[in-house]
């Protein structure tokens, strides 16, 4: 089947009728707050899909038997005290240990069966995201109309923003591997845990890959837990906070760009006064175009700096990423000492070679330190 990642080009994974041979460690994850009705079916459906598994439930301080409800069809559960499912989400990354993991709600309105599909790109390598994409074009949710259109305005100022071609940023049915499990840092506390895992899983370099995915409706007797325009707002100055810190320089830039489109009203207004009088008799209007174009290059030069830090960071991520590596890969079975060992036959050689020519060693000491622990 083919699936589409974040450019929209088509990805090839396999389509799995059964559980598929995981290397490793697969975890579901299922964050709840008040699912009494729901979540000891969404539990034994996941069982059934797969059965070597761990299931975890993480309870947000629910009031009705959410917990009791899950641990009795067999889920480890989990509390996370502080309310929000953004502080279950990063408690979840946090706790567990897996090599794979599935992240679903637990109100019974995502596919079960789907999870193969959605597990394979991550399986398979295509992937170290996979999003159960609920507007794809070969989907067929059950979504209100409202809702709907609220889900693809969102997704069309992020697209257009972060310059991506996804389908669905708002799904919470997805599946990840280690490495972005424990290197993406999240700070939201609330439902714009999605967006803030989609953005930075785009500006992180972190592949994404989209799967159609149908949603149901829920249950009778079960409520959504969103505030529609309270979490709308809350999304929407996450993605704005992101834009910030990832783009400072289109973001302050483009600011800085309309004070100064701004200041050309009053201060046309001014210059052809000056021209054709040589008075100024509007000074509160050239007081005013002064301030918005002095604003406007206070805010690009502000975008310029942020840039130049945000670059540099990004360069020590890289750094950082590439040696978790390379000591992952020393640390993985059958590599035998892996990076580790070779850095430390290094530094040994090293030490050989400055014992045999300490004279060399003492005029040129600061090389030979920098060649005994240099990283390969």
């Known amino acids: 089947m083919p699936f589409t990642d974040a450019t929209g080009a088509q990805v090839t994974a396999a389509t799995v009728a059964t559980a598929p041979p995981a290397p490793g460690h697969v975890a579901v994850l299922i964050p709840c707050y008040n699912e009494e009705m729901t979540v000891a079916r969404v539990v034994a459906q996941f069982r059934a899909q797969l059965p070597a598994a761990s299931i975890y439930v993480f309870d947000n301080n629910s009031s009705d038997r959410t917990a009791e409800a899950a641990r009795e069809a067999g889920a480890i559960v989990r509390r996370e005290m502080r309310q929000g499912k953004g502080f279950v989400v990063q408690s979840m990354f946090r706790e567990v240990d897996a090599d794979i993991y599935v992240m679903v709600d637990g109100d019974g309105t995502y596919p079960p069966e789907a999870v193969h599909r959605l597990l394979a790109p991550v399986i398979e390598g295509d992937a170290d995201?996979?999003?159960?994409?609920?507007?794809?074009?070969?989907?067929?949710?059950?979504?209100?109309?409202?809702?709907?259109?609220?889900?693809?305005?969102?997704?069309?100022?992020?697209?257009?923003?972060?310059?991506?071609?996804?389908?669905?940023?708002?799904?919470?049915?997805?599946?990840?591997?280690?490495?972005?499990?424990?290197?993406?840092?999240?700070?939201?506390?609330?439902?714009?845990?999605?967006?803030?895992?989609?953005?930075?899983?785009?500006?992180?370099?972190?592949?994404?890959?989209?799967?159609?995915?149908?949603?149901?409706?829920?249950?009778?007797?079960?409520?959504?837990?969103?505030?529609?325009?309270?979490?709308?707002?809350?999304?929407?100055?996450t993605m704005l906070a992101l834009f910030r810190d990832y783009k400072p320089l289109t973001f302050f830039g483009g600011?800085?760009?309309?004070?100064?489109?701004?200041?050309?009203?009053?201060?046309?207004?001014?210059?052809?006064?000056?021209?054709?009088?040589?008075?100024?008799p509007r000074l509160p209007s050239a007081v005013l175009a002064v301030g918005l174009v002095l604003?406007?290059?206070?805010?690009?030069?502000?975008?310029?700096?942020?840039?130049?830090?945000?670059?540099?960071?990004?360069?020590?991520?890289?750094?950082?990423?590439?040696?978790?590596?390379?000591?992952?890969?020393?640390?993985?079975?059958?590599?035998?000492?892996?990076?580790?060992?070779?850095?430390?036959?290094?530094?040994?050689?090293?030490?050989?070679?400055?014992?045999?020519?300490?004279?060399?060693?003492?005029?040129?000491?600061?090389?030979?330190?920098?060649?005994?622990f240099d990283y390969e």
């Open 255 to 280: 600011a800085g760009l309309i004070l100064v489109l701004a200041a050309l009203v009053p201060g046309a207004i001014v210059v052809v006064e000056f021209i054709e009088t040589g008075l100024v």
């Open 129 to 237: 995201m996979s999003v159960g994409s609920r507007l794809h074009a070969e989907s067929r949710s059950q979504f209100k109309q409202l809702n709907r259109w609220a889900n693809r305005l969102v997704l069309a100022l992020l697209n257009s923003i972060f310059r991506v071609r996804l389908t669905d940023i708002l799904s919470g049915y997805r599946a990840f591997n280690r490495k972005f499990v424990k290197g993406v840092p999240l700070f939201g506390g609330g439902f714009e845990i999605e967006t803030e895992l989609t953005i930075k899983a785009v500006e992180r370099g972190f592949r994404i890959v989209e799967v159609p995915t149908d949603l149901t409706h829920r249950p009778e007797g079960s409520h959504s837990k969103i505030k529609f325009f309270r979490d709308g707002l809350i999304i929407l100055n």
């Open 295 to 372: 604003c406007g290059l206070l805010s690009l030069t502000a975008g310029l700096i942020l840039h130049s830090i945000a670059r540099r960071s990004q360069e020590s991520e890289y750094h950082l990423r590439v040696l978790a590596d390379e000591l992952r890969a020393g640390l993985a079975p059958g590599n035998g000492l892996g990076a580790a060992g070779r850095t430390s036959d290094r530094a040994a050689a090293a030490s050989r070679g400055a014992g045999e020519g300490e004279a060399a060693s003492r005029s040129s000491g600061d090389g030979e330190a920098s060649e005994a």
